[in-house]
């Protein structure tokens, strides 16, 4: 099963580059991958033209599941009560191998995100109600501090409760955005992978514009960052830093 993995499209910012979201785009629809999941900030204030804009770019990508998450731009200037007109899809998918769900931790006006007690055990039934199945779990907020995103709070606040009961449910995957800053690492063997901006040139520490390329097979993972309109390279190369990927950056424009 073929994923692609995006996330702060930041569509109607000063920094949203159409021409990269339009590029990726294409490239998406050529890999014609099973599911797409957007993890969330496809606004940049939640304002009503920046959603309609949003829905139009993700109403060109060709493929029939679609998950996308919000994130806490898209929740600002009340920008939530707008959230499921434009994006009424459902949250969950449960294939045959795979399931995936979204969790909600934006709220409202506030940058922090929070995951709720009420999500968590609400998930915690369904993780385990879905046990022989490879369980991927999508989030807007990080669960653990990554490096190259500054001294304010990205984890959510409830942090330590999620991966409690993400591990203790053998979830096998966890996707996340937010800060623009392609990583990969695992906590007690979780792999958590966040996506960087596919559309924003408010980078950091990864200086292009990506997406990740996830291979499900049996139980088994291969996650590949592709830069937009550039390489598939391996994770372990975005980890080595800037002077590892340089040469395969073009200027962000
Ligand atoms: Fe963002």
Redesign the pocket.
Known sequence: MLLVHL??L?CGAETFSPKMLATAIKEINALKPDVVIIT??VTNSGLFDEYKLAARYIGKLRCSRVLVGS?N?DYEHTGFLLWDHFFPRPEMLVLDEVLIAHLRTARPDRDTGEVGYRQLVWFDEVLRKHEDKFKIVALHHHLVPIPDTGTRPNIVVDAGDALRTLIAGKANLVLC????RPWRLSVDGLPIVHAG?VS?R?LRGFFANSYNIIRVERGSLDVELKIVGGKRISFERVLEGYDAISSEVKPVR
């Not at 955005?177 to 623009?180: N, P």
């Open positions: 996330s702060d930041h969330g900030d994130g731009h955005g937010h800060k623009h901006s924003c408010r």
